[in-house]
């Protein structure tokens, strides 16, 4: 069974940190993009981060560069968000999604294989 394990969301105020970890299982880890949608209230679900284990490759929204750090432990099949000078309109309901790099692929709400449960982050101004 697939499964896309959310954990370290929580309240932070403005200007804090938080790092998110997404546990995988049932699938081949490092032909994947593994990373982070969010969705805030009233708003669109939007592409955050990823990381391609295999080689290290890394994507950011605009929004979120120079704040926003990922990585990954292969060994323990984990990707993490490190989230720095948090802002209020950070604030949402963030979820691990993955994506086979197999082939042609883009990191898109539609595009992914696979989608966790999601998990709240609340940043309080």
């Known amino acids: 069974e697939v499964q896309l394990v959310e954990s370290g969301g929580g309240l932070v105020q403005a200007g804090g940190s938080l790092r998110l970890s997404c546990a995988a299982s049932g699938f081949t880890f490092v032909d994947y993009c593994i990373g982070w949608f969010r969705q805030a209230p009233g708003k669109e679900r939007e592409g955050v981060s990823c990381i391609v284990s295999s080689d290290g490759s890394t994507y950011y929204a605009d929004s979120v560069k120079g704040r926003f750090t990922i990585s990954s432990n292969n060994a323990k099949n984990t990707v993490y968000l490190q989230m720095d000078s948090l802002k209020p309109e950070d604030t949402a309901v963030y979820y691990c999604?993955?994506?086979?790099?197999?082939?042609?692929?883009?990191?898109?709400?539609?595009?992914?294989?696979?989608w966790g449960k999601g998990i709240l982050v609340t940043v309080s101004s």
């Open positions: 999604a993955a994506v086979s790099v197999l082939r042609g692929w883009e990191w898109k709400e539609d595009g992914m294989d696979y």
